[in-house]
């Protein structure tokens, strides 16, 4: 039994993460959790001066929430395509927005966060937004983010970018292998540099040890050069019709390149692939 957990600020983004997580694990059995956090940021910019009773709180936050989740868990069941082996759980906490999500992690033991993101807009041209950017770097906990226009398609082709600088643990790439048996799906390891160089040992060895862990599975290779990771990205994800990213968090390098530049640009993926990212467990 996996234990998802569902951030939701009952805004059409979260939503439709939810809508693609039900999709996605249509043949799991699952517990999901949809989870919405009321933070201490919200409170404290309100413009009357504000008495943090119990009874303020549950009048003012708790109950509105209440009633929108109970309509959310409602539609939930009825669009589940598994309802025999899908189990719905609502959970409302009031704190900073990734001390709720850690709370959850830990009080549910909880597999995966599944959450939305909406493109960058505007004078607001970042890839993230803040809760997002927030979880992805300081909850321990693989994520799966959906960005606002994806819609679920069966994951094909998954593209796996890496700079060969692996941790010793390779159990952290499970959560891929599990994609490629249920979905049959075909692995592109992507390996970008800036200029054509020679892979050193370290990088070697590494480049070994992945081809021999998906050695069972349907897998290639591909070597890009570009002085931008996320621009090298951007045409591999459009020249192979990539349906999903996946990362290891701890590979700081093509991480933030890929995720946490500033400039958009042409960078359409982002607001139409999903991308998982993984963390190695303490």
Known sequence: MKNILLPTDFSENSWNAISYALQFFENDKCNFYL??????????????PVILNQDYIDTIYIQPTKQKLRAQLKKLSELSPNKKNHNFFTIIEYTFFTEGIRKTIEEKQIDLIVMGTKGASGLEKIIL??????????????TLVIPENAKFVTPHEIAFPTDFSLSSNLHILQPITDILEQFNSELKIVHISKSKINLNKDQQENKELLEDYFNHYNHSIHYLTNKKVENAIQCFVESRSIDMVCMVAK????????????????????????????????
Do not use: R
């Open 129 to 142: 937004g803040t809760n997002t950017a927030d979880v992805l770097t300081k909850v321990k906990c693989d």
């Open 251 to 282: 590979n700081l390098n093509y991480f933030q390149q890929i995720l946490f530049h500033s400039k958009v640009e042409n960078i359409s993926y982002h607001t139409d692939i999903p991308f998982l990212v993984l963390h190695e467990k303490n």
């Open 35 to 48: 989870l919405h956090i009321q933070t201490i940021q919200t409170l404290a910019t309100h413009e009357e």
